[in-house]
């Protein structure tokens, strides 16, 4: 096992290169939804059981279903009414599942990136072989039902291996969003060379790890989200930063938790200069403008050149 | 190292559910619902009444149970005070509000506390089978005889002392067997709660016939807000009021009815400090003339009736 990822160096947030957002933004905002499916058989992984109880997993799989069935729509029309496109982290399964869903988003231009397979089959014990022919076939699978190979890449359910950046990167991903290590798009060094990068995600600001992780309470959920979004939007003046927010339909639009989110959305969007986009549309915005840049200044600021 | 090939192989990958449970359905694709007198939302309230052994022998131990060693005072006695104390604190407030509640009761309680169970019985509130007790998981592993056995002893003492006839069930920590849903309609259950994947009652599939599933929320829920995510109580009844006035906009839109439904404990609300904030939510819910207050019989009846006409 290695000790650190080895993806990237360290980059002081600090007298970076300015990072120029289209039309002068400050903030390039985006909205991660995770459409996902999870089984309610899956094969054990010997590392990660899928389900704290078990056979049939009533409680678990059941509000997730909930999020298909229920929520989706609910966040969709959210989305709709304050002008943001998602960018949909998709369990590939899904396109042959419930391809209304896949319709829908496809039909508002809204961006579909990898999460794999199914949310219930995890990296771990993966040969490198069986890894890659599982990210290939989320690729394939996301091309076929969308018309367009997908640019971005969230490991299923965050489970990884050694390689699964190198694999992406190789299958002809652009960004991963699996790295919650800057605010700021960061070069990322992958075996292959590609010219690669990290957008920020964001692991705090994610409302499965606020809701089910960190316990907390929506409407504080909605301020945390304001009051990040207030913090890059100061720091945007000086040099671009990206805010998403990953959201998942079987926590956000419950009923007792949709208004918060509304609140800080509609708060966001009320804002100008903020870019509200894509995850794909930040990563070819930073690699066509800054990437080469960032590059060299992160090579000087660890003593070469 | 590799992982086995059935790590990689999806046998269940088809269009719809991977199970044969029920079907996919979007809930914004059903037809229009529309609840008895015209009102746009119906409001379920539950009460769980439940018994917590203070010798538990389950290998699976459901949210209250028991958590400290032998004798674990504690938890037994505060549990009990919700039976004791709690109910009837909550049942003076849903009254003061004029506001109706069904009571999932564990059958051991219904046998141990029979003063409380006829106190329910002359409220005329509806009763739903809740198993013998909470050290009687119905989760996977367990015999399907004795499970047989647990389903018909629970329901036999419940149905005989309430003199109702129970029609619901809701399975104590909403876990189910993989034998639970033909149990539960051989034994002439019309619809359980168990399965939180919807907001509307839903055909569910078992090899006896169909039963319904009728949602009852656990992410809303006193306990799972208040005990496990150790949010203020002042927090849960925002948070319940929110649901409500978003469920409500909903509702009044073109394809109607929805329902809140509001899952509660004694032994969690029923608390001298926390039965305020009870009351402020049922307060709400009292306040508004779009609301139909129903038992979770009749939301399916309603329901039911509405499904038979829209298919014929």
Redesign the interface.
């Known amino acids: 096992m290695k000790a650190d990822t080895g993806h990237y160096d360290y980059w002081p947030y600090l007298d970076r290169p300015k990072i120029r957002w289209p039309n002068g933004a400050r903030v390039a905002f985006w909205v991660a939804p995770n459409i996902e499916f999870y089984e309610l058989a899956p094969p054990v992984n010997p590392a990660r059981a899928a389900w704290p109880h078990p056979y049939p997993a009533v409680p678990g799989y059941s509000i997730r279903d909930y999020g298909n069935r229920v929520g989706h729509m609910r966040q969709m029309q959210l989305l709709d009414k304050y002008g943001v496109r998602g960018s949909i982290s998709l369990s590939t399964a899904l396109c042959t599942h419930h391809p209304e869903i896949i319709e829908m988003c496809r039909e508002r231009d809204w961006e579909f990136f990898s999460h794999g397979i199914y949310n219930t089959r995890y990296t771990y014990g993966m040969s490198e072989t069986q890894e890659r022919a599982m990210i290939l076939e989320s690729i394939e699978t996301i091309a076929e039902h969308t018309g367009r190979a997908p640019a971005g890449y969230l490991a299923p359910a965050l489970s990884h291996s050694d390689h699964t950046l190198d694999l992406f990167a190789e299958l002809g991903g652009i960004y991963s969003c699996d790295l919650f290590h800057d605010d700021q798009p960061t070069p990322l060094r992958v075996r292959g060379g590609q010219r690669f990068v990290s957008v920020p995600y964001s692991l705090e600001l994610n409302d499965t790890i606020a809701y089910v992780v960190n316990k907390i309470e929506p409407r504080r959920y909605g301020q945390m989200i304001k009051d990040s979004f207030d913090r890059l939007y100061a720091e945007g003046a000086e040099s671009g930063t990206v805010m998403c927010i990953p959201t998942h339909n079987y926590q956000v639009s419950c009923p007792h938790r949709i208004k918060a989110f509304e609140d800080a959305l509609a708060y966001i969007t009320g804002h100008s200069d903020v870019w509200v986009t894509t995850g794909r549309e930040i990563a070819e915005h930073f690699i066509a403008h800054h990437h080469d840049e960032a590059l060299a200044d992160i090579a000087k600021k660890n003593g070469g050149l | ?4 090939q ?3 192989d ?1 046998p ?8 044969d449970r029920y079907g ?6 059903r037809p229009p619902v529309r609840w008895p007198g015209a009102k746009p939302l119906a409001v379920w309230i539950n009460v769980s009444l439940q018994h917590f052994p203070m010798n538990p022998s389950a290998s ?1 131990k459901l949210a209250g149970s028991m958590t400290m060693p032998y004798q674990d005072l504690r938890h037994f006695t505060l549990r009990d005070y919700g039976n004791r104390a709690g109910i009837y604190r909550m049942l003076r407030a849903l009254d003061l509000h004029g506001l109706k509640a069904s009571f999932a009761v564990n059958a051991e309680l219904a046998q141990r506390y029979p003063s409380l169970l006829a106190t329910l019985v002359a409220r005329g509130d509806e009763l739903l089978g809740h198993s013998w007790s909470m050290d009687t998981p119905h ?3 367990l015999d399907p005889e004795a499970e047989a056995a647990l389903v018909q002893r629970s329901l036999a003492c419940l149905r005989e002392r309430s003199g109702q006839l129970i029609r619901g069930w809701l ?1 104590p ?6 034998h639970t849903p033909e149990l539960l309609k051989a034994a002439g259950i019309d619809y359980f709660c ?6 509307l009652p839903y055909r569910f599939h078992t090899a006896n016939g169909d039963l319904w599933n009728l ?1 009852l ?4 829920e006193d306990r799972f807000v208040v005990m ?5 109580e002042a ?1 849960w009844a ?3 009021i ?6 409500l906009a909903e509702a009044r839109q073109e394809q109607g009815g929805r329902l ?1 439904s509001l899952s509660l404990h004694p032994w969690v609300m029923g608390q001298p400090h926390r039965i305020k904030h009870l009351e402020t939510v049922l307060a709400h819910i009292a306040a508004s003339s779009e609301v139909w207050q129903a038992a979770p019989g009749q939301i399916i009846d309603a329901f039911a009736s509405q499904q038979a006409q829209a298919s014929t």
Do not use: C
């Open positions: 190292m590799a992982l086995a059935a790590h990689l999806y269940h990958r088809r269009y719809g559910m991977d199970h996919w359905s979007m809930l914004t694709d699976l989760a996977g592993g399975s920590g909403k876990l189910q067997s993989p168990d399965w939180v994947n919807d907001e949602p929320a656990t992410e809303i496990d995510n150790l949010h203020a927090s925002e948070q319940v929110d649901a409500f006035e978003m469920l809140l």
